[in-house]
């Protein structure tokens, strides 16, 4: 039995990832007229997804200015109720990087939810 080469482990690892994010692969059978539509169908529950998942991140970003804006975030402007997924990026290193325990926790959680 040969190692396991790093395509093979990206590709674990992707699987794995969706799992977590609560993703199951579909093998299906539609006209050919109608995959473009499937396409976009799945692109939007995708989308619907992300903006659940972006919902949950601008509340902890809201959490996180509440209780660390002076000691963690004192020179990140970010607006939490337009937040994005590279700013909470950026909130997630901040808290992970500055603050003690409770902080470096929340850092965390952010960082789940933008993985």
């Not at 699987?15 to 093998?27: C, I, M, N, S, W």
């Not at 659940?52 to 809201?62: D, F, N, T």
């Not at 990140?76 to 500055?98: E, G, M, T």
Request: net charge positive.
């Amino acid at each position: 039995m040969s190692a396991p080469n790093a395509s093979s482990e990206r590709v674990k690892k992707y699987r794995q990832r969706a799992k977590e994010a609560g993703l199951v692969r579909v093998d299906v059978l539609v006209p050919k007229d109608k995959v473009d539509a499937l396409k976009i169908y799945a692109a939007q529950l995708s989308d619907e997804s992300n903006a659940e998942r972006l919902k949950e991140v601008r509340q902890y970003i809201r959490k996180a200015y509440k209780k660390y804006r002076a000691s963690c975030l004192d020179n990140i402007d970010v607006d939490p109720d337009k937040a994005q997924f590279a700013d909470a990026a950026v909130i997630s290193a901040a808290l992970i990087h500055r603050g003690k325990a409770d902080a470096f926790k929340l850092g965390r959680q952010i960082r789940e939810l933008i993985s």
